[in-house]
């Protein structure tokens, strides 16, 4: 019987990526002695001239790879942002969660709602959390787990729909992103080379985008509540956790204390991204022209700052809820529940260092930049002309944004090839790029190459439980019938658009 229970037991986590190092190592090895290389185009700004840039694998299964490996993993460690981001907004929520504030927000918010409901909203809120870029997946993900507690169901449930929502997610918002913008500059500049006077709206998307939003929600929505929930192992609550929440006359006062407080904080802080009024707009940068980069920009103080603002929210919200219903009653009370939620977090840690080493290799090896300029290449010698082309790209990216999930270097590769290769069978570069989005969006929950995949596993790990834990393979299961559902419907989108020729948005069409 001991036997039996040991083939049966699944790899650790940190074992896959110890296994995903040494075969990406051995692979750049390989792909480097046969010469596996690649070439795209960039254009000149100018003069909308191409250059050719030729992309080779570097293998790291020799001596300058080892010494690559060794000193640069503890460097790579230190500076991968999600760590030292997570932990931030981790001691944000822990004092939220200990004080009791999200227990009695979320009770007072779901209470008399149908559980399809409170997904469904949850849901739509992660797709719609891409404006503020990654960091959402860091604050969703654990609010996730909180709210499908909270309402008596496993957490896990919280964890995979949130991270389905936020990665398929990623890529779609009627509202224009400063990643969109990053991606418009590539696709004007490609469509230039074809026709000098093309110019594209930042509302050019907006219809489409909207429905692709409301659709991508449903489908989560229901995957989670007919798939996901019949296939999770049950969760095991004692009997105190099972006990019906009931918010008293202390409780609702803590809350009306802490949104008034919060409320101050965010007039402050809104004040301060608005320009144009007195001593307001000082969190923006003034260097770019449209006010979502001025937000979002590399050198914005709102960007640059945005995870302590949004941590020094939560504090708020649990410190003063905290003090309304004596649940912190000193100091001493606030110190130690800030770090609640960083117990037990010496796992997720080695986690983190295992997954940024097998990121920093993986990079390092170009096998994700040469695969894209590969299929870049394809589809400019293609023959393939209208619908099936459009098919034909759709399937490629969604497959090379497995290997390449950063949209910005994607699109830097691809756009001076796919959007001149549509653009001369008729297709508008608007359409191009949201086609590129839609492909994109359909596979960005089930690559580990991803740096937010391993926060997903971590948040996994932390609320498994027994005998019905969640490993990685099951990580990527789960996700599965997301990507496939919202595949197809991302791509009967597209042929439905396509086909009928109606606006994508302001003035804008799929097709020339």
Known sequence: ??????KREPFHPLLIFVILIIITIILSGILHLVDFQATYYTINELNNETTPVTLTVKSLFNLSGIKYIFTNTVSNFANFTVLSNLIIILMGISIMDKSGFLQTAITLTTKKLKKKIVTFIFVFLCVLSSIFGDLSYLIFMPLGALLFYYGK??????????????????????IFTSNDSSLLKYTLLASHTVNSNYIISRFGFIIIMLLAVILVSTIITIVTENILVKKLPKYNFTETEL??????????????????????????????????????????DYSQDAYIDKLFS?????????????????????LFYGIGVKTIKSHKDFFDNLG???????????????ASTFISIFKQTNIGEVIIASIGSFISNTSFIGLPLVILIFTLIAVGNIFLPSSIAKWSILSSSIVPVLMNSQVTPTFAQVIFRFAESVTMNITPILAYFIVYLAFL???????NNIRFIDSIKYQVPYSIIIGITLL????????INIPLGINTFPIL
Not at 1 to 6: E, I, V
Not at 252 to 281: E, N, R, T
Not at 461 to 467: F, I, L, S
Request: glycine share 10%; hydrophobic share 55%.
């Open 1 to 6: 019987m001991k036997k039996r229970n040991r």
């Open 153 to 174: 169901r496993n957490p896990a449930i919280g964890i995979i729909a949130s991270f389905a929502a936020l990665s398929c997610g990623s890529a779609i918002n009627f």
């Open 243 to 284: 006990e019906e929440d009931v918010v008293t006359k202390d409780e609702q006062k803590g809350m009306i204390l802490a949104l008034s407080a919060a409320g101050i904080y965010l007039l402050i802080f809104i004040y301060s991204i608005i320009p144009g009024l007195p001593l307001s707009g000082a969190l923006l």
């Open 298 to 318: 590399v050198n914005s103080f709102f960007s640059n700052g945005f995870v302590f603002v949004i941590t020094l929210l939560f504090i708020i919200f649990g």
């Open 340 to 354: 609640h939620s960083l117990d037990g977090i010496g796992n997720t840690l080695v986690m983190i260092f295992l």
């Open 461 to 467: 790990e932390k609320y498994n439980q027994g005998e």
């Open 492 to 499: 009967a989108l597209i042929i439905i658009w396509y086909i």
